[in-house]
């Protein structure tokens, strides 16, 4: 499987039913509070649609079907998640999928009362072992606001708390691999972070579904796909 399938290697559709799910570096936009803003969390994915909406990316490649931006380098601030994941490192493939159906997540989430941002993306992290492609954690969660609890319990779910990160940023509109007239082979990203002079450190890979779901167009689907950079 190369680089640029391993997003898809397991059957999205048939696997998340349009449910969300976090990294547990990525960043989010809602207000909590009085403590919990755009410059703490990071990711103001609204604001990235409108821009995606708006033709105002610099595309590096783009047809009437997908567009996929030039990339940019991102710099994340610590967050909170709730998540679940594979705990040990796994391999690529259908090992991932008990870990990718949030709903029992999300209603955990709601039976205890722990409190999930909303405006967040949704993404499936990959975090590698040794190299990319070789085995890895794979985990999927919620952003929560920093102070949040989770009760222990069979499954697994956690509180994550994750320091502040480095990554090269791809914008990707348009179907996924499974789906006609996808781009998605056609991001290339280690070969585009290259090019632009990043340096790939082969730890961590991720997809930030902004907007998603069963009843949205093909081409309307956004997704940011990232990789650790040194």
Not at 95 to 109: G, Q, S
Not at 212 to 220: I, N, V
Request: charged share 25%.
């Amino acid at each position: 499987m190369s680089r640029q399938e391993l997003g898809r290697g397991v059957s999205r559709r048939g696997l998340l039913a349009g449910v969300a799910c976090l990294s547990p570096i990525a960043g989010c936009a809602s207000v909590f509070g009085e403590t919990q803003t755009l410059e703490t969390v990071g990711f103001d994915a609204d604001a990235l649609k409108e821009q995606v909406d708006r033709d105002q990316l610099d595309w590096a490649a783009r047809t009437e079907h997908f567009a996929i931006s030039q990339p940019v380098v991102k710099h994340y601030p610590p967050v909170t998640l709730l998540v679940q994941g594979s705990r040990q490192p796994i391999n690529l493939g259908e090992e991932m999928a008990p870990h990718t159906n949030l709903v029992p997540l999300r209603e955990f989430a709601g039976e205890h009362q722990i409190e999930t941002v909303s405006n967040a993306p949704t993404v499936w992290l990959y975090q590698w072992v040794s190299r990319a492609q070789g085995p890895m954690v794979f985990e999927t969660g919620f952003v929560v606001p920093n102070g949040s609890r989770c009760p222990e319990n069979r499954e697994g779910y956690r509180i994550k708390h994750l320091g502040p990160l480095k990554v090269c940023s791809i914008v990707y509109r348009g179907p996924y691999l499974s789906e006609p007239n996808s781009g998605w082979h056609q991001i290339r990203w280690a070969e585009r972070a290259k090019h632009k002079g990043f340096e790939y450190t082969e730890k961590l890979y991720r997809e930030l579904y902004l907007r998603d779901g069963p009843k949205r167009s093909p081409r309307e689907r956004i997704t940011v796909v990232e990789i650790s950079v040194a």
